[in-house]
């Protein structure tokens, strides 16, 4: 959703999101290739993974899914 093609990698307890999911926020959507419903989508898929897995995103601090969840607003708003 943030650019076409985009991907989250799971290794283990490692959840690499690039920039679909950041500490604190979600990714962009507004740039060429950007696509809000599929973004979303991708969102509630990861909200369905453990919440102990560490996610590190493209940008920006590392955190816990479940921690996102809980803490970041965008997010918590798209899988409700």
């Known amino acids: 959703g943030h650019t076409e093609g985009g ?9 690499f999101t ?7 926020k979600i990714g962009r959507t507004d740039l ?3 696509n ?7 969102l509630r898929r990861l909200a369905q993974l453990p ?3 560490v996610i590190y ?7 816990f899914l479940g921690e996102e969840l ?11």
Not at 7 to 15: G, Q, R
Not at 70 to 80: A, C
């Open 7 to 15: 991907v989250c990698i799971l290794i283990d307890d490692y959840l």
């Open 18 to 24: 690039g920039d679909t999911l950041l500490y604190g």
């Open 32 to 34: 060429p290739g950007g």
């Open 36 to 42: 809000q419903d599929a973004l979303y989508d991708s």
């Open 51 to 53: 919440q102990n897995l």
């Open 57 to 63: 995103p493209g940008h920006g601090q590392s955190s």
């Open 70 to 80: 809980k803490h970041n607003h965008e997010l918590s708003e798209q899988v409700q």
